[in-house]
């Protein structure tokens, strides 16, 4: 199992940002994704959860309305579309699935300042 995350960056309050994960070694249409974030110091929070078959997604409150989670099982990534970002979304934002076991990406950092 593999997850590899990108499109992290630095942005100003407002702006937005798409993450991508791919993931690669086992069957993708068959598990739901989460993506998680961690910032220095802080319990690592789960931001987002999203289906297998992308029908059913759900939000931490700190993000409902701004934040979509979603899926291409065609390409095997899960997408993390963020916008009106605020320095408290800064974070290292990590892909998870599992599969009897936790799997993670190695992370992408998100740095909301102006």
């Known amino acids: 199992v593999q997850l590899v995350e990108s499109g992290g960056g630095l942005v100003q309050p407002g702006g937005s940002l798409r993450l991508s994960c791919a993931a690669s070694g086992f069957t993708f249409s068959s598990r739901a994704m989460r993506w998680y974030r961690q910032a220095p110091g802080k319990v690592r929070e789960l931001v987002a959860h999203i289906s297998s078959a992308g029908g059913s997604t759900n939000y931490a409150d700190s993000v409902k309305g701004r934040f979509t989670i979603s899926r291409d099982n065609a390409k095997n990534t899960v997408y993390l579309q963020m916008s009106n970002l605020k320095p408290e979304d800064t974070a290292v934002y990590l892909c998870?699935?599992?599969?009897?076991?936790?799997?993670w990406g190695q992370g992408t950092q998100v740095t909301v300042s102006s």
């Open positions: 998870n699935t599992l599969i009897g076991y936790n799997y």
